[in-house]
């Protein structure tokens, strides 16, 4: 694995991330995410690995699947789940050295679910090249859409701003001048970061959680372990007035990728969700050099704010043939609507004779 600071490295599969989520207790008993890691034998390769009660922080969803299993009297749950908890952010999943590696690790996870009578395994938000091993072992192949910033090579952000057509690079700017009309923005990483910093993001991050989905998947101790063992890999956005934390967001530092994770704000401020996870984040990844910025899940919103729409994967084993066959013939038609869609989507970037 790429370590940080190198190309590749993908700060959510780093053993301090998983770490951090096990020992703070946001997954583990009582969550309905069970870690059951999965390791080759001789250090050939391992997968994050979950026994799963529930289809809750997943972000690609198998709601439908569950129902129809229950109504054909099958058993959905406890399901496998080789993910990151609580993280839509594409990287590796198949944690193996070559690729005879990674199909051996996919047929560990089709055996265990065979030795634990589990309906299936699935596999979220893995590369491309991953995707199609899994589709060689049987796996059903699932794509959708999130929003990227991909970077050609601009020198700051007035170069990004250059390549738009004018209406589009006239309201970017228009958006950063309200957004920072009352407020001052500071971006903090490594030492910089001190606790009442994290105590400002986190209450930010409930605050957002209590509007969206009603509980926090993620507890204080979280925050306070990657704090202690992960600050130089994070990127934390804030807004002032005066000396008051009033919004911030939260990204993690990838060897070529910016990751945005959370935000949350405790005012109104018109355009500053934009300000603070879209142009900060785009500002601050092109100063780090990364060739591409994720601002998170879903938001056709960010077309006009420079962030293409981009494919991302998953990967399902079902071990009822009924069920198999059935989310198979489902996807096949998902996938050729979800191609028409990027396909439109992407007449609407806001670039010099794309707009």
């Known amino acids: 694995m790429p370590e940080p600071g190198e190309k590749g490295y993908y700060p959510f599969t780093d053993t301090r991330f998983l770490a951090a989520l096990e020992e703070s ?12 890691h999965l390791a080759l ?4 390769g391992f997968v994050p690995l979950y026994l799963k009660g529930h289809s809750q922080g997943e972000y690609v969803f198998d709601h439908g699947w569950a ?7 099958l ?131 409930l605050d957002t959680g209590a509007r969206k989905w009603g509980r926090p998947y993620l507890n204080r101790a979280f925050f306070e372990h990657i704090h202690e063992n992960m600050r130089d890999q994070v990127l934390l956005v ?6 008051t934390p009033v919004a911030g967001a939260l990204n993690f530092i990838g060897g070529d990728v910016l990751y945005g994770r959370y935000w949350g704000a405790k005012v109104h401020i018109p355009c500053l969700h934009f300000e603070l996870c879209y142009y900060q984040a785009i500002e601050a990844g092109l100063r780090l050099g990364v060739s591409r910025v994720e601002a998170g899940a879903q938001g056709p919103h960010k077309l006009a704010r420079g962030y293409a729409p981009t494919t991302t994967y998953s990967a399902h084993y079902l071990t009822h043939p009924g069920l198999h066959n059935a989310v198979a013939d489902f996807l096949a038609r998902e996938r050729r609507l979800v191609k028409h869609e990027q396909t439109v989507l992407s007449t609407h970037l806001p670039f010099r004779g794309e707009d």
């Open 238 to 243: 804030l807004a002032y007035q005066d000396d």
């Open 75 to 205: 058993s959905y749950y406890p399901k496998l789940q080789c993910a990151v908890p609580f993280t839509p952010a594409t990287g590796p999943r198949l944690l193996g050295r070559t690729k005879a590696d990674k199909a051996a690790l996919a047929r560990a996870m089709k055996q265990f679910c065979a030795d634990h009578d589990l309906s299936g395994v699935h596999v979220t938000f893995l590369q491309k090249e991953d995707a199609e091993i899994l589709r060689a072992q049987g796996f059903l192949l699932r794509t959708d859409i999130q929003y990227h910033f991909h970077n050609p090579g601009y020198a700051d952000f007035d170069d990004f701003l250059a390549a738009l057509a004018g209406k589009k690079r006239k309201n970017i700017r228009a958006e950063r001048r309200k957004a920072q009309a009352s407020v001052t923005i500071r971006r903090l990483s490594g030492d910089d970061l001190k606790r009442e910093h994290w105590d400002a993001m986190y209450g930010f991050y």
């Open 67 to 73: 129902e129809a299993a229950h109504r054909a009297g």
């Open 41 to 44: 034998e001789g250090g050939g």
């Open 25 to 36: 207790g946001s997954v583990g008993p009582g969550t309905g995410w069970q870690a059951a």
